[in-house]
């Protein structure tokens, strides 16, 4: 059983950046394929990115690319969301997941563990 706890979110004006964290306990963090998802009030999860176990490969959602990028560090069982050149449409709650599934897992009932999330709100 996994443990997640995000944390990092806030208020920001259009163009600035802001870093979540996301904190692991109670499972073998390595082990865990990562990812981030968004909900935006009256939307649904939204895939954001998601990075393999050993953090070599990593992918993101066309909305972000190139201006997101997720990061993992195994010895401290964190995983992070570097976002910049944010959007007013980049707010949203934003969750950490864990997943034991192999490949490049962009389906938010594929992931097994969720935090509480974080809010981001972007202003214009």
């Known amino acids: 059983q996994v443990q997640l706890v995000e944390s990092g979110g806030g208020l920001v004006q259009a163009g600035g950046s802001l870093r979540l964290s996301c904190a692991a306990s109670?499972?073998?963090?390595?082990?865990?394929?990562m990812g981030w998802f968004r909900q935006a009030p009256g939307k649904g999860r939204e895939f954001v990115a998601t990075?393999?176990?050993?953090?070599?490969?990593?992918y993101h959602a066309d909305s972000v690319k190139g201006r997101f990028t997720i990061s993992r560090d195994n010895a401290k069982d964190m995983v992070y969301l570097q976002m910049n050149s944010l959007k007013p449409e980049d707010t949203a709650v934003y969750y950490c997941?864990?997943?034991?599934?192999?490949?490049?897992?962009?389906?938010?009932?594929?992931?097994?563990?969720w935090g509480q999330g974080t809010q981001v709100t972007v202003s214009s």
């Open positions: 109670g499972g073998t963090f390595s082990s865990y394929r």
């Open positions: 997941a864990a997943t034991p599934k192999y490949g490049t897992v962009v389906v938010s009932t594929e992931y097994d563990y």
């Open positions: 990075i393999s176990r050993s953090g070599g490969n990593t």
